[in-house]
């Protein structure tokens, strides 16, 4: 299991597949959940903009992404 750090919450699906390298483009993560390929937290998600937050579980093929904040970052 591979941890993502967000530095804000929550993150659009589709988002977390492209920045972590999982697919190609923004077209493909959303195809990818589009098509049911995608779990989060154990359910197969459909919706490319499903909100994720710190804690959930993503799983992508062989891969399984853990979701954490890191809330050291001060936002002024």
Same mark, same amino acid.
């Given at each position: 299991?591979?941890?993502?750090?967000?530095?804000?919450?929550?993150?659009?699906?589709?988002?977390? !597949?492209? %920045?972590?390298?999982?697919? *190609? *483009?923004? #077209? =493909? #993560?959303?195809? #990818?959940?589009?098509?049911? !390929?995608?779990?989060?937290? &154990?359910?197969?998600?459909? $919706?490319? $903009?499903? +909100?994720? *937050? #710190?804690?959930? @579980? @993503?799983? %992508? &093929?062989?891969?399984? !992404?853990?979701?954490?904040? =890191?809330?050291?970052? +001060?936002?002024?």
């Amino acid at each position: 299991m591979r941890l993502v750090t967000v530095h804000v919450e929550p993150v659009e699906l589709y988002k977390i !597949l492209k %920045f972590e390298g999982l697919v *190609s *483009s923004g #077209a =493909d #993560a959303k195809a #990818a959940v589009a098509e049911g !390929l995608v779990k989060v937290n &154990g359910e197969i998600e459909t $919706r490319k $903009r499903k +909100q994720i *937050s #710190a804690g959930d @579980i @993503i799983e %992508f &093929g062989p891969e399984t !992404l853990r979701i954490v904040l =890191d809330d050291t970052r +001060q936002v002024d």
